[in-house]
């Protein structure tokens, strides 16, 4: 059974740091695209990033462009989100999902991913 697992998620005041990690198990990870979304309380789930299996293609909201930085690692089964300069409205739940085969049009539907991790916190202060 395939799994993702989120991790490095926390406190942090504005203008700080965080990188998540998302660990893949069960499934073979090179074949799939990862996607970072995030959902803050009372809102939509929002994707925030997205990277092609080889991850030689990467894709941001527009807001995280320049200060988020989507990465991964095949070896490890990982897929990094660097996030910088965080502000408070970055506060939510953020969540990795893996998809084989989607496509660019796509990249950016929750509905169109197959395997999500179970989250986690981020929460920027101001």
């Known amino acids: 059974q395939a799994t993702l697992v989120e991790s490095g998620g926390g406190t942090v005041q504005a203008g700080g740091s965080l990188r998540l990690s998302c660990v893949a198990s069960g499934l073979t990870f090179s074949r799939y695209a990862v996607a970072w979304f995030r959902q803050a309380p009372g809102k939509e789930r929002e994707f925030v990033a997205h990277?092609?299996?080889?991850?030689?293609?990467?894709y941001y909201l527009d807001s995280g462009k320049g200060r988020f930085t989507i990465s991964r690692d095949n070896a490890k089964n990982t897929v990094y989100l660097q996030m910088n300069s965080l502000q408070p409205e970055d506060t939510a739940v953020y969540y990795c999902a893996a998809k084989t085969g989607i496509i660019l049009s796509a990249i950016r539907d929750p509905t169109q991913y197959t395997y999500w991790g179970q989250g986690t916190q981020v929460t920027v202060s101001s």
């Open positions: 990277i092609r299996s080889s991850g030689g293609h990467t």
